[in-house]
């Protein structure tokens, strides 16, 4: 297929787009392709001026009156049954505070405590983020677990009568590997163990379906396709049917039934509010609730159905520019397993990704050798992803000639 024939496929892509139009609502320049969603997500415009608001008059002239008059006690559930839509949950299930990392703590802790006793067992996804390892690590230390480290397809063949819980990435953030939610969630329950999710790289990119099939608990953070800016906060879910007996192992005055009795005995909150623990990161949580505001009138269907619209776009680019050989996709084909990241691995890996972000295409690098790009359907189309694997082609071509002279 012939460059001009892709070029015009990629305009007859955009003019057919029924999102092209929110690109607008996101601060990006034109010069540059922005394929790192998957890691920091763009800031919506608007976000600029509700912040002024938030802290000019919110903070600046309410001050403490904020904290009822301007929502921010009850920031955390009302943010979190904003984006309980987009991961299929139904209201009262996410709180939003804290990190990923301290939600998974919170999740995992509370997922062993629920289980029967004799379960002594923990399992955590082998390609999971580090974090996730980290935490699960220290989790069954202090409770006494013992941890089996396994890989997310081999979850079903290793639950046992003494698994308690299994912690799982949905989307591997290396490969882009989309993993079998619901085929893991079932297996894991036919054996009696819960579910725990981490959705942070499948959030507002994927339909997730946390209600539908049953999840225990999810975590996910909120700075990548969610928008929420660095560092905004994450989020907990807790299937309502759990909520009574999710003893939290971060017991803060904030998930008490009555923070300011401020008495000396704890007696944790009725539903999702049992997840928080101390005062809410307001200015974040703020911000990303502002940010929110881009999916008002659009599906996680629609944006799936662009994103693997993009991600195979981009494959089919990469096949036709790049030369034979130069890099070899890691995500896999079939789109039941493909989130919304194409990774490529590729031998120059730095080097490559510092050529492309010179020329404003902009996807990140996960050590030693993995190219990963990030397409997030609200702001990417696919004249940015013609143009991307061009740019990609014209480095590895440069990269792989042997040096002149
Ligand atoms: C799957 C996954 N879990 C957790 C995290 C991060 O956790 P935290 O928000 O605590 O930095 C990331 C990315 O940073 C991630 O990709
Ligand atoms: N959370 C990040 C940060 O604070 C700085 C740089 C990157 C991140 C990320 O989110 C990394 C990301 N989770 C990844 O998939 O690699």
Not at 116 to 144: C, K, M, Q, W
Not at 307 to 316: M, V
Not at 325 to 338: F, Q
């Amino acid at each position: 297929m012939s460059e001009t024939r892709l070029d015009e496929r990629a305009a007859e892509l955009d003019a057919a787009d029924e999102l092209g139009k929110r690109r607008e609502l996101f601060a990006l320049e034109d010069g540059t392709v922005y394929l790192d969603g998957n890691s920091l997500g763009a800031l919506p415009r608007h976000v600029r001026d509700r912040m002024a608001d938030v802290i000019g008059r919110q903070w600046g002239e309410l001050r403490i009156r904020s904290w009822d008059e301007s929502g921010w006690w009850t920031a955390p559930e009302r943010i979190g049954d904003r984006i309980a839509p987009l991961v299929g949950a139904g209201p009262g299930q996410i709180v939003v505070g804290d990190s990923t990392s301290v939600n998974v703590f919170k999740a995992v802790v509370a997922a062993v405590r629920m289980a029967p006793d004799d379960r002594d067992e923990i399992l955590v996804d082998a390609t999971t983020f580090p974090t996730d390892g980290y935490i699960a690590e220290s989790a069954a230390r202090l409770t006494g677990h013992r941890l089996v480290v396994v890989d997310p397809a081999r979850v079903p063949d290793a639950v046992g009568p003494r698994t308690a819980a299994a912690l799982v990435n949905h989307v591997d953030y290396r490969t882009g590997r989309l993993h079998d939610l619901p085929g893991i969630t079932a297996a894991l329950h036919s054996r009696g163990a819960l579910a725990v999710w981490d959705l942070c790289h499948s959030a507002g990119a994927l339909p997730v379906g946390l209600d539908e099939h049953g999840v225990d608990l999810a975590v996910g953070c909120t700075y990548k396709y969610l928008n929420g800016g660095p560092g905004s906060p994450a989020y907990l879910y807790v299937a309502e049917r759990h909520q009574d007996r999710f003893d939290s192992p971060l017991p803060g005055w904030n998930s008490h039934a009555d923070p300011f009795g401020m008495t000396r005995g704890y007696r944790p909150a009725e539903g999702a509010v049992r997840g928080r623990v101390g005062t809410p990161d307001i200015l974040s949580m703020l911000a990303l609730e502002a940010a929110l505001d881009v999916w008002d009138g659009v599906t996680v269907e629609a944006v799936r159905a662009k994103s693997l619209a993009l991600t195979d776009f981009f494959l089919e680019c990469v096949e036709a520019y790049a030369p034979p050989g130069a890099v070899t996709p890691l995500t896999p084909a079939a789109h039941a397993e493909r989130g919304s990241q194409v990774a490529l691995a590729c031998p120059r890996a730095p080097a490559v990704m510092e050529a492309l972000i010179a020329r404003g295409v902009v996807g990140d690098l996960r050590r030693p050798d993995v190219l990963r790009f990030g397409f997030t359907p609200l702001y990417v189309g696919f004249a940015d992803t013609e143009r991307a694997a061009r740019a990609l082609a014209d480095v590895l071509a440069g990269v792989h000639s042997p040096p002149s002279g």
